[in-house]
């Protein structure tokens, strides 16, 4: 028999011409860089934005010596001794921003309330249910120390000091310490400019009629869903047909304006696709073959000031290398020096897997932790690259490395949850 000449395809052991997973990524990032724009902004406006200036401390946090816990505010010369108890007059009750003006005498207490200042001559709060009060009069006893309950002036941040460097990504935490420093305004990089299209013919939008060999589109959708909580500024330029001309004319309309241009499909080896076609004219490709399941058709590159991710046309191959290829990048333009935090977590598989070595594999999985505390994870069934389902109905990757073989049941893998990522 006659041996058909083929050409290489992901159902090799160790295709050529493909790179690794590793080096894909490498790859990207070595040719990212950040973008430059920035805004000055409300502080309310900034959650999720990349700070673009270092925030120093104007004031001392707290501004001034205040009571930790509502009680009495005393002189650590009042305290008693050993198994001693001691009477104390209470002269006055503070209470959270209104001072007390005159000056406490030995022998006497103020009553205080939580956050407010510590009047002159207090050095030391007793706890109200440290104390046994009859009238205007307290009684303590020798469990007390000098200086307990009062927050020092500056004791969370002192005058000078810089409290985030630029490229912190901000959170509700931080928002609340800007403003504990008085800040209404920051400046921050301005949102990443990114514009989205799908390709192919047989693609349809929502809200189209059903049409016989067609499907709907879902991939823009994930995309740009994923964008919106990175906080980029999306530009859907819909489905572009499978044709050269139209799709030039796409790529060269959103290099105007783009920073970074994400499409769907059209990035592998069939006779209608076009999109590494295209590229090559238009622009600059670093590769296109990574050696990985799902996800291995996909085009990286530059459109004039523009960068470019060619993601395969499958739901879920399109998803799996957004979050490990296009997420990481787009991180690093923003200037953010603190990515989104996706630890890997190793946990038993109660199922078996299949697998080939010389590719890494992203498995759709649900990770939970049994009666013992042990983490375990299984597929969420079929995992064909179409099936979004697996997606949706997952809480992590399964991680299968490159050179890994097949999965027995009870065999530790690696899984990264998807809480770290969307």
């Keep these: 028999m006659t041996s058909l000449k083929t050409q290489a395809s992901c159902d090799d052991s160790n295709e050529k011409g493909t790179i690794t997973v590793s080096e894909a990524q490498q790859n990207i990032l070595s040719a990212i860089t950040s973008i430059g724009g920035l805004e000055k902004i409300h502080i309310l406006q900034a959650v999720g934005r990349v700070l673009a200036e270092t925030i120093i401390s104007p004031i001392n946090v707290p501004s001034h010596c205040n009571s930790a816990v509502d009680g009495y505010a005393i002189s650590q010369n009042d305290l008693a001794g ?11 009750k503070v209470v959270a921003g209104h001072p007390f003006e005159g000056t406490l005498k030995s ?21 109200q249910e440290h104390v046994e009060r009859h009238g205007d009069v307290i009684r303590i006893d ?32 931080q928002i609340g310490l800007i403003a504990s420093l008085g800040f209404t305004e920051i400046t921050v990089k301005v949102p990443l400019r990114v514009t989205v299209f799908s390709t192919g013919d047989e693609i349809l939008n929502i809200g189209e009629a059903p049409r016989e060999g067609c499907i709907y589109d ?19 330029m ?3 047909a499978d044709e050269p001309r139209q799709l030039k004319k796409a790529f060269l309309l959103a ?8 499409t769907s499909g059209g990035v592998s080896v069939g006779d209608a696709d076009y999109t590494k076609q ?9 590769f296109w073959k990574v050696a990985m399941k799902p996800g291995r058709p996909m085009a990286f590159g530059k459109i004039g000031g523009a960068t470019f991710f060619g993601l395969p046309g499958n739901p879920v191959a399109v998803m799996v290398t957004f979050y490990q290829f296009a997420l990481p990048a787009l991180q690093k333009m923003t200037g953010a020096n603190q990515p989104l935090v996706s630890p890997l977590i190793s946990a038993r598989c109660t199922s078996p897997i299949r697998k080939l070595p010389g590719r890494a594999e992203f498995q759709r999985g649900v990770l939970s932790q049994n009666e013992q505390g042990v983490w375990q994870v299984c597929t969420t069934g079929q995992q064909g690259s179409g099936v979004l389902r697996s997606m949706s109905e997952a809480n992590a990757f399964i991680i299968l490395e490159h050179e890994q ?14 809480s770290g990522l969307f």
């Excluded at 020798?142 to 912190?168: S, W």
């Design 82 to 92: 050993g198994d001693e108890t001691k009477e104390l007059k209470v002269i006055t």
């Design 405 to 418: 073989t097949s999965v027995k049941e009870g065999e530790w893998v690696n899984t990264q949850p998807f």
């Design 278 to 286: 295209v590229l090559s004219e238009t622009g600059e490709m670093n």
């Design 142 to 173: 020798g469990r007390h120390k000098a200086g307990q309950n009062v927050r020092q002036a500056g004791e969370d941040i002192q005058q000078g000091t810089t409290t985030l460097e630029p490229g912190a990504k901000l959170t509700p935490p």
């Design 107 to 127: 022998g006497q207490a103020i009553q205080i309330m939580t956050g407010a200042q510590m009047p002159a001559n207090c050095d030391t709060v007793i706890m």
């Design 255 to 262: 290099s105007k304006t783009a920073d970074v241009i994400l």
């Design 218 to 236: 879902s991939n823009r959708y994930s995309l740009i869903a994923a964008l919106k909580k990175l906080g980029c500024h999306v530009t859907d």
């Design 238 to 240: 819909g489905i572009i």
